[in-house]
């Protein structure tokens, strides 16, 4: 019965990896709808742990970093006048000494790119446009766990999982502050790319604030272009060890697919549609699990007495 259990698993994670993969390796309108009909067609068959759920999640992200999620409006600006735009703001800066001038970044080749945009969108390096700032670690003698008045809050990556342990330092130990609306990212140890929302106080070294200062992003695109495979591959091959983490040069020339401002609210819309049915599965998968569990529980109780 193991074995056979093993093999069917095996066999659903191949049948269920094999149907994802045709969403993302499409190319054509009509290549692409035939695959998602390919899974509708198997929905039942595919969709049966949270485990394979969570997978269907990933690739809805993935759907939608690579714009196969909603159809492109040519009514949208094209991300290539913005980045004139920038491109000139940055000269104006450099001009009134209020920016360094930097190195320009090398050219994107063909051979980076890991797959075709649609048009209106660009590849641009990461530093081109985001930046990110490392947190401030004061010293734990100053940690209280009451909020005295001067008091702030030291978010660490505990206290954005779902067992958080507040504690307090002076604010005027710490230099690095976050919001609840800022995007947090994991820098050390087993969370090294972990995506976060932040929370309202000052932050440790432990994590990042993503920086957006031209607006080029609707900060909901954003957290689940990091949240994807995509996003996550830039931390692959970074140390997890306790100590080492990645560093801004680390992260500066990977390259990042931007859509016109408005498709990315659109690609958010159905992103948050397609998640919350995801969810819904997952509560109903939850649910028939207890149930198993408890007419499992009832036919050994009626079995023994």
């Given at each position: 019965?193991?074995?056979?259990?093993?093999?069917s698993?095996?066999?659903?994670?191949?049948?269920?990896?094999?149907?994802?993969?045709?969403l993302?390796?499409?190319?054509?309108a009509?290549?692409?709808?035939?695959?998602?009909?390919?899974?509708?067609d198997?929905?039942?068959?595919?969709?049966?742990?949270?485990?394979?759920?969570?997978?269907?999640?990933?690739?809805?992200?993935?759907?939608?970093?690579?714009?196969?999620?909603?159809?492109?409006?040519?009514?949208?600006?094209p991300v290539?006048e913005?980045?004139?735009?920038?491109?000139?703001?940055?000269?104006?800066?450099?001009?009134?000494e209020?920016?360094?001038?930097?190195?320009p970044?090398s050219?994107?080749?063909?051979?980076?790119?890991?797959?075709?945009?649609?048009d209106?969108?660009?590849?641009?390096?990461?530093?081109?446009?985001?930046?990110?700032?490392?947190?401030?670690?004061?010293?734990?003698?100053?940690?209280?766990?009451?909020?005295?008045?001067?008091?702030?809050?030291?978010?660490?990556?505990?206290?954005?999982?779902?067992?958080?342990?507040?504690?307090?330092v002076p604010?005027?130990?710490?230099?690095?502050?976050?919001?609840?609306?800022?995007?947090?990212?994991?820098?050390?140890?087993a969370?090294?790319?972990?995506?976060?929302w932040?929370?309202?106080?000052?932050?440790?070294?432990?994590?990042?604030?993503?920086?957006?200062?031209y607006?080029?992003?609707?900060?909901n695109?954003?957290?689940?272009?990091?949240?994807?495979?995509?996003?996550?591959?830039?931390?692959?091959g970074i140390?997890?060890?306790?100590?080492?983490?990645?560093?801004?040069n680390?992260?500066?020339?990977?390259?990042?697919?931007?859509?016109?401002?408005?498709?990315?609210?659109?690609?958010?819309?159905?992103?948050?549609?397609l998640?919350?049915?995801?969810?819904?599965?997952?509560?109903?998968?939850?649910?028939?699990?207890t149930?198993?569990?408890?007419?499992?529980?009832?036919?050994?109780?009626?079995?023994?007495?």
């Amino acid at each position: 019965l193991e074995q056979q259990q093993t093999d069917s698993d095996a066999t659903h994670q191949t049948l269920l990896e094999t149907l994802l993969a045709t969403l993302t390796r499409a190319t054509a309108a009509k290549e692409l709808a035939e695959a998602w009909q390919l899974v509708a067609d198997h929905f039942d068959t595919l969709f049966t742990t949270e485990h394979s759920v969570d997978q269907f999640k990933q690739t809805i992200l993935q759907l939608a970093v690579m714009g196969k999620l909603v159809p492109q409006d040519p009514n949208d600006e094209p991300v290539g006048e913005l980045l004139k735009k920038i491109a000139k703001e940055k000269e104006r800066l450099v001009k009134k000494e209020k920016i360094k001038k930097q190195k320009p970044p090398s050219k994107i080749s063909e051979r980076e790119k890991p797959f075709e945009l649609p048009d209106g969108w660009e590849w641009v390096r990461f530093i081109e446009v985001l930046d990110f700032q490392g947190g401030s670690q004061p010293p734990k003698s100053s940690f209280s766990d009451t909020p005295f008045d001067g008091y702030v809050q030291l978010i660490q990556i505990r206290d954005l999982g779902p067992s958080p342990q507040p504690v307090f330092v002076p604010t005027s130990s710490v230099s690095k502050f976050c919001t609840k609306e800022d995007i947090m990212i994991g820098r050390y140890g087993a969370s090294v790319g972990k995506v976060f929302w932040g929370k309202d106080g000052a932050y440790n070294v432990a994590l990042i604030k993503l920086i957006d200062d031209y607006n080029i992003f609707y900060k909901n695109f954003l957290f689940n272009l990091m949240s994807s495979p995509l996003g996550q591959s830039y931390f692959l091959g970074i140390s997890r060890s306790a100590q080492d983490g990645f560093s801004k040069n680390d992260i500066a020339p990977k390259i990042i697919p931007i859509p016109p401002l408005a498709e990315q609210h659109r690609i958010v819309a159905k992103v948050d549609q397609l998640m919350a049915l995801c969810d819904t599965l997952k509560a109903r998968l939850n649910e028939a699990h207890t149930t198993q569990i408890q007419l499992a529980d009832a036919i050994v109780k009626q079995a023994v007495t």
